[in-house]
T-cell receptor, first 114, second 116 residues
Framework: KQEVTQIPAALSVPEGENLVLNCSFT??????LQWFRQDPGKGLTSLLL?????REQTSGRLNASLDKSSGRSTLYIAASQPGDSATYLC?????????????FGAGTRLAVHP | GAVVSQHPSWVICKSGTSVKIECRSL??????MFWYRQFPKQSLMLMAT?????????EQGVEKDKFLINHASLTLSTLTVTSAHPEDSSFYIC????????????FGPGTRLTVT
């Protein structure tokens, strides 16, 4: 059974810091890995999607890496801003029961203070 | 593009009643829709997968007679919580894909259900 762990569970930093959010998984037979952002009481916003054949993806101040062999993914946030405050979720695509499905980690709650 | 809406955004109902939540793909045809449940400070848990015109596939531990899913068209799926109890109070989120492979999912904004 696939298990997804995100560390740290919560993070509070001053504005301007570079951040590292970690995601680890137990089954490397994944198709893709996706990072999402969730604001309180809201739905999910897709940030980055890394296909299994890729090592990393970048979008603006965000960079996500994937190392399937070690079962790890890392989300880097450069020059953090208060607007980055949210919960960040990693999710793995896996094929099960005839469909690809997303298995989510518990998330990292990020607070960036001015 | 690829917008998914949910209605209502929040609902309060009394214990024992049923409540229906709608998930719509606004600008694409969704052959597959997924329903998730999220408790406070917890992650999303997949409840079921629904394909247009066929029965939903429920994850282990999810009562299909309690959580009725109907995917009647390529743009609409509904989740009905029957005989709701306070422990059913949760945040319900749907997602939709354009193909059965589920390669990329587009998420709705979620529905907050409170059962009193």
């Amino acid at each position: 059974k696939q298990e997804v762990t995100q560390i740290p569970a919560a993070l509070s930093v001053p504005e301007g810091e570079n951040l590292v959010l970690n995601c680890s998984f137990t089954d490397s037979a994944i198709y893709n890995l996706q990072w999402f952002r969730q604001d309180p009481g809201k739905g999910l916003t897709s940030l980055l999607l890394i296909q299994s054949s890729q090592r990393e993806q970048t979008s603006g101040r965000l960079n996500a890496s994937l190392d399937k062999s070690s079962g790890r993914s890392t989300l880097y946030i450069a020059a953090s801003q208060p607007g980055d405050s949210a919960t960040y979720l990693c999710a793995l695509f896996m094929f099960s029961g005839g469909y690809n499905k997303l298995i989510f980690g518990a998330g990292t709650r990020l607070a960036v203070h001015p | 593009g690829a917008v998914v809406s949910q209605h209502p955004s929040w609902v309060i109902c009394k214990s024992g009643t049923s409540v229906k939540i709608e998930c719509r793909s606004l600008d694409f045809q969704a052959t597959t829709m997924f329903w998730y449940r999220q408790f406070p400070k917890q992650s999303l848990m997949l409840m079921a997968t629904s394909n247009e015109g066929s029965k939903a596939t429920y994850e282990q531990g999810v009562e299909k007679d309690k959580f009725l899913i109907n995917h009647a068209s390529l743009t609409l799926s509904t989740l009905t919580v029957t005989s709701a109890h306070p422990e059913d109070s949760s945040f319900y989120i749907c997602s939709a894909t354009t193909g059965t492979s589920g390669y990329e999912q587009y998420f709705g904004p979620g529905t907050r259900l409170t059962v009193t």
